[in-house]
């Protein structure tokens, strides 16, 4: 993977900057992550909250991928999975500075090339602003579905992401025995950031050795700075000095609901806020917050988007990792 910096990764959060993006409503109806209000919601809220993100300085925008859920797999995370960059080149149509993150794409779903070839034109045609979010999946019924095999995705993984940097880092890739050229060509150079999401050792392993960043799924606080170093000790024996961004989910109500929140939701005075981002996870070298804002409403949710971006987004801070 190339060197796209000082950090020895494609940086896209300044030093001691804490960065904070959204995964956007509508596009999944998942029973883990998705509130009532989503469910009567359409194209014109997602937009809404879109711009919102993009008003109020949001590092991100993001949208997830799944093609195909079982029954079984259904019942909790729903059948409604926008296509991730379908909707986030339709997302940069309609807003101008906030990045678009695949949260996360599936890379063993597709030849990589096709991968690269989508996030390639994404990043062409919003003027630089992909982030290339790739994981292992892991829904064993999707595999089956696509012909896939879920046991060897790991490997497959590994392989394509190789294969999407070069094709993202170079026109031309040797690949089915010889160079085959794409364009068009993305505009971050060397290339868009690549982050990898999950938070088993292989997905840890694939963000020491590959990654540009790294989105944590359901990684537990008390165990986050423990994963954060040994990240930083893998990636000592392939590149060091690289020092890849790493993420956090913040779950949060900015100001007093006047509803009942659900318990475990970080709520109250904007300083509050800061003060826990600043000193959990800010301290531990956490570059950006992927931001779950609970909202009864697609207005509400914008007027919370505001709120953080202006009340607690300038005081963030972090320690710069080495």
């Not at 999944?28 to 993100?53: I, K, N, Q, Y």
């Not at 590092?59 to 986030?88: F, I, K, R």
């Not at 959990?280 to 992927?290: D, F, Y």
Request: hydrophobic share 45%; charged share 20%.
């Amino acid at each position: 993977m190339s060197s796209g910096g000082p950090h020895g990764v494609v940086s896209v959060v300044p030093d001691g900057v804490l960065a904070y993006g959204m995964q956007l409503p509508v596009q999944s109806l998942s029973t883990r992550v998705s509130m009532p209000w989503e469910r009567d919601a359409g194209v014109d809220d997602l937009l809404r909250v879109a711009r919102a993100c993009d008003d109020a300085g949001f590092l991100y925008v993001a949208v997830c991928h799944h093609v195909a859920l079982p029954p079984a797999a259904a019942e909790a995370m729903s059948t409604q999975w926008y296509d991730p960059v379908a909707t986030l080149a339709f997302v940069a149509a309609h807003t101008e500075r906030t990045r678009l993150m695949s949260n996360v794409f599936i890379a063993a779903y597709q030849h990589p090339l096709v991968t690269a070839k989508a996030f390639a034109t994404l990043d062409h045609l919003s003027g630089g602003r992909a982030i290339v979010g790739i994981g292992a999946g892991h829904v064993e019924g999707e595999f089956d579905a696509l012909g896939v095999s879920f046991a060897g995705r790991g490997a497959v993984t590994d392989a394509a992401l190789r294969t999407i940097v070069d094709a993202l880092t170079d026109e031309w890739t040797e690949a089915g025995g010889g160079p085959v050229g794409q364009r068009p060509r993305p505009v971050q150079q060397p290339h868009p950031p690549v982050w990898i999401g999950g938070s088993g050792r292989p997905a840890l392993r694939r963000v020491a050795h590959l990654g540009d960043g790294w989105i944590p799924q359901a990684t537990p606080l008390d165990r986050l700075g423990a994963d954060i170093d040994w990240i930083l000790r893998e990636r000592d024996a392939v590149r060091p000095g690289a020092v890849p961004e790493i993420g956090y989910h913040l779950v949060a109500h900015v100001g007093d609901a006047s509803w009942e929140l659900p318990k475990g939701v970080l709520h109250g005075s904007p300083q509050r806020i800061v003060d826990f981002a600043n000193e959990r996870l800010g301290a531990l070298g956490v570059s950006h917050l992927q931001v779950r804002l609970f909202a009864q409403s697609a207005p509400e949710l914008c007027d919370q988007i505001a709120a953080f971006g202006s009340e607690v987004g300038p005081h963030l801070t972090r320690k710069t990792l080495s």
